[in-house]
């Protein structure tokens, strides 16, 4: 037998906590009903569990894992071609526990089956694991329940995770490249001023004349460099510091994330990928029958930028108040091209159709505009760390020519 730790009301109204040993939460649902309490939550006791809340050291350490993107979307595939070949759910979940490669998958869908062994419908049952399954996912399953296609629902959210997967792949792509020349440059200036110039410099300045303009103003920022450099690191530290902890706060963040859309061409690229993923995110919540209420509210979990994030779950208040969804939604930094495929799909009511080929058309317009930032930052490197080498060269050879003159 089992024990079930839980909270009930008693008869008087007043709450009660306590544990209760049965074969399955239901029967111990049912056995704290019979005693004349009315069942506020039971859950399985941690008590009884052999190994920090698990059942023994592998479950513990597999929980401590995540599960990875292409680990669900297999799941999620594997589901689908179960289900629309007419498996019940039960066996479905069986089978796919002895594929997952994943151990925290295989954890997880372990503990879905108990609870739905016990009773539970699915979605509540992945509604407890909320670290591994979004509450997107778990809205759309509801919504598969209601209508039947759980078969559709769960390709549906195969395709999105490796949609957003992609997104995020390309993202992470154009900040690499950048990222990699900023390093660079700052590794030659930094070996520059602490190795070559200091070694110039003593050569120079023991002939005893006076050097160029050029030549003095290079040793003068190496010996700023040498003096100052462990303060200036300091400092950057510091920045980066201040900076994570105001991100950390919701008034921070917001305005973080509004500076960086205003950055040239990397805030463009910010705005793409935004729109790809809640366009995309929305389409298919609504597609599966979310209302657009509950579908503005998820869309915006999916989005990073609290700019964007923000004024979803603002418009989905103006939305329940009577608003169309396109004056909900205006704000300076939302572009005028999505507002008005939206009008034109809630005229025509092809909502969910626009909104997934918009999320496909700024899809194509990410992935150009991060093809066009990689040619032009190769040249941009070389123009960079080649005029900081050349400029050495031209004071260093301006210091000789005025020696010899």
Do not use: C
């Not at 297999?74 to 151990?103: C, D, N, V, Y």
């Not at 598969?144 to 999105?160: F, S, V």
């Not at 949609?163 to 792509?173: P, V």
């Not at 919701?250 to 500076?259: A, C, E, F, P, V």
């Amino acid at each position: 037998m089992a024990l079930f730790a839980y909270t009930a009301l008693t008869s008087s109204g007043s709450e009660l906590t306590g544990k209760q040993q049965a074969d399955n939460i239901s029967v111990a649902a049912q056995d704290l009903r019979d005693r004349g309490l009315r069942v506020l939550e039971i859950k399985p006791s941690k008590s009884s569990a052999g190994f920090l809340g698990q059942e023994n050291f592998a479950d513990w350490l597999a929980s401590q894992r995540s599960a990875s993107p292409a680990a669900l979307v297999f799941f999620f595939r594997q589901m689908a071609f179960m289900l629309r070949a007419g498996l019940p759910i039960l066996q479905a979940l069986e089978l796919a526990k002895t594929q997952m490669s994943s151990a925290r998958l295989r954890l997880t869908i372990k503990l879905i089956l108990k609870d739905i062994e016990s009773g539970s419908a699915l979605s509540l049952a992945m509604k407890k694991h909320q670290d591994v399954f979004s509450n997107m996912a778990v809205n759309l399953i509801v919504a598969g329940e209601n209508t039947g296609n759980l078969d559709e629902i769960m390709e549906r959210l195969a395709i999105h995770l490796e949609k957003k997967a992609a997104l995020r792949s390309h993202m992470i792509n154009a900040m690499i490249y950048p990222s990699i020349v900023f390093l660079v440059a700052v590794g030659v200036g930094a070996f520059m001023s602490l190795k070559i110039i200091p070694k110039f410099a003593d050569f120079l300045l023991a002939q005893g004349r006076v050097l160029p303009a050029s030549t003095q103003s290079l040793i003068d920022f190496s010996a700023y460099i040498q003096t100052n450099g462990l303060y200036i690191i300091g400092a950057f530290i510091a920045f980066i510091i201040a900076l994570l902890l105001i991100y950390q706060t919701k008034r921070g963040r917001y305005m973080i994330d509004s500076i960086t859309l205003r950055i040239p061409i990397f805030g463009d690229m910010i705005t793409k990928g935004s729109m790809a993923q809640m366009t995309w995110g929305f389409s298919t919540l609504l597609r599966s029958g979310v209302t657009v209420f509950d579908a503005l509210k998820i869309t915006a979990e999916l989005i990073n930028n609290r700019v964007f994030s923000d004024q979803l779950i603002a418009g989905s208040g103006q939305v329940l108040n009577g608003k169309d969804m396109a004056t909900s939604l205006q704000h300076p930094q939302m572009p005028v091209l999505v507002l008005q495929m939206i009008t034109v799909g809630e005229k025509t009511g092809s909502l969910d159709r626009i909104l997934q080929e918009l999320g496909s058309y700024y899809e194509q317009l990410l992935d150009t505009a991060i093809k066009r930032l990689s040619a032009m930052i190769e040249p941009a490197m070389i123009l960079l760390i080649g005029g900081m080498v050349g400029f050495v060269y031209y004071a260093f050879f301006q210091a000789l020519f005025s020696l010899v003159g």
